[in-house]
């Protein structure tokens, strides 16, 4: 078994904790996972450090579970599966490496989070295509592993992006850099003669980030990530877009988006809306229609202003079709306003543990003929579980050029009501299971519905068994998760 002499000859004596309040901090999250304790948690500070914590972890049989990100924890991926676990947590390693405005390309280690990464890069003129207001201590590299949603769907040109490279120290003990990091020759050797670590795929014909993305830590632990950015645009016009008729305004997000005359764009129904932009805490859901569009019009450095004014006439025309107004403020809240939230990371409290202190996720990917049906099954799950309806947040994003859209269901509730709590937990379960028979998809699987979800392809489990096995032979990697 692993001790803690080795493990302080890996990364130094002030960064191996056994401190019973931070074991205990590391032991649960706001997620319906079981708490365990790990049995050390140990800091980091290099990469080669993490490639000797999981060496050792493989001699010594020691799950080791990566943690990017500081608290809060939402989906149990962070929590120990097993005990006697090593917590790998790297928050620490908070180096920007590289930002690259002509190739649009930014390298960061994995502690580094959106509010650090943001004015770096902006002073670079590129910026990040990031989810919608990432709480505070969220890791960019966490993010893009994860695959959440990003808000500028136009640029995002499969699910995997904007996640480019990485280097990863699988759970075998080897060093792995994927698409163009793999070489020839070193990170440093490829820059000196004009390389850039943008394309994710390979080497050879594989897309071997896949592998890692999604599988919370069950393959390797991720060290560094480049991205994909974009340009700042000169200006910028927001609007939004009220309707009771959900139907109506992804038809409109669909063809801003495909018609590359947006950068952001998302819905929320009335519920997030207030929950975000309440504010002083007064009650505003009452001003604003059941669900609002927001999107972004934008100008770069050629013709800014004819490109904006441009594209505001033909948006224009697609409203009047479509029988909606685009404004510039609803329910009191502006448009700026609901831009500003989109390009920053939330300020603590985060927003989705404003309501109640606590809440649980339903998130999936569905075509956009079916989003309605979805919110359909999903309130009347709610009505049968005495859930109340009318405390549903819906946020829907396009995703992937607006091919298909993220969708996703937050169920506040308060941890310290057991009857609540335990309606909530039966209630998440109970809608997946309704939601894929409905054509849901659960492409990011956590928690005790990571089991269900994944047995239904065998065939898929089969392999990825067999992939766990290859990548990680003494199961060390996070066990317990993902239905590994």
Excluded at 34 to 63: C, G, H, M
Excluded at 105 to 132: D, H, Y
Excluded at 339 to 358: E, F, H, I, S, V
Excluded at 400 to 411: A, I, K, P
Aim: glycine share 8%.
């Amino acid at each position: 078994m692993i001790n803690e002499e080795k493990l302080v000859q890996i990364v130094g004596p002030d960064r191996v904790s056994q401190d019973a309040t931070t074991l205990e901090s590391y032991s649960s999250d706001i997620s319906f996972v079981t708490s365990i304790k790990p049995k050390y948690v140990v800091k980091p500070d290099s990469s080669s450090a993490v490639k000797e914590l999981v060496k050792l972890a493989k001699e010594t049989n020691t799950p080791l579970v990566p943690v990017s990100s500081g608290a809060p924890h939402f989906r149990g991926d962070t929590v120990p599966g097993i005990g006697g676990a090593v917590v790998v947590d790297l928050s620490g390693m908070k180096k920007i490496i590289k930002v690259d405005r002509p190739r649009r390309v930014a390298m960061v280690e994995a502690g580094v989070t959106f509010g650090e990464l943001i004015p770096a890069v902006k002073k670079e003129g590129i910026r990040l295509n990031m989810p919608f207001m990432p709480k505070s201590s969220k890791s960019v590299v966490a993010s893009l592993l994860d695959r959440e949603a990003v808000v500028m769907p136009g640029y995002q040109w499969d699910v995997s992006d904007p996640l480019a490279c990485i280097e990863v120290y699988f759970g075998s003990g080897d060093e792995f850099r994927t698409g163009q990091a793999a070489g020839p020759g070193t990170i440093e050797e490829q820059w000196a003669v004009g390389g850039v670590q943008k394309a994710p795929y390979g080497p050879g014909i594989a897309s071997w980030h896949r592998l890692v993305q999604g599988s919370q830590g069950a393959m390797g632990i991720v060290t560094w990530a480049s991205m994909r950015c974009e340009l700042l645009p000169k200006i910028e016009e927001p609007f939004v877009v009220g309707s009771s008729n959900l139907n109506t305004l992804i038809e409109m997000a669909s063809w801003l988006v495909r018609l590359r005359m947006v950068t952001e764009c998302f819905i929320f129904n009335n519920t997030d809306m207030a929950t975000i932009f309440a504010g002083n805490g007064a009650d505003i859901k009452g001003n604003l229609p059941a669900y609002t569009l927001f999107y972004v019009v934008p100008g770069y450095d050629v013709f800014p202003e004819e490109r904006v004014s441009s594209h505001i006439k033909n948006i224009t025309e697609i409203t009047k079709r479509l029988g909606v107004e685009a404004k510039k403020a609803i329910g009191g809240i502006s448009a700026n306003e609901i831009m500003k939230a989109a390009q920053q990371p939330c300020p603590d409290p985060y927003w989705k543990l404003r309501a109640k202190g606590a809440s649980e996720d339903v998130l999936f990917l569905t075509i956009n003929d079916n989003v309605q049906n979805t919110i359909d099954t999903m309130k009347k799950m709610a009505e049968k579980a005495g859930y109340p309806v009318s405390d549903i947040g819906i946020y829907i994003q396009p995703v992937v050029q607006g091919t298909s859209v993220h969708c996703e269901f937050n169920l506040p509730y308060d941890r310290n009501n057991s009857n609540e709590s335990a309606r909530v937990k039966k209630l998440a379960l109970e809608a997946t299971k309704g939601l894929m028979a409905q054509g849901a998809f659960f492409s990011r699987p956590y928690g005790e519905a990571a089991g269900m979800i994944m047995n239904r392809d065998a065939a898929s489990k089969t392999v990825l068994t067999r992939l766990k096995k290859l990548f990680d032979p003494n199961g060390v990697m996070n066990p317990g998760k993902i239905g590994f």
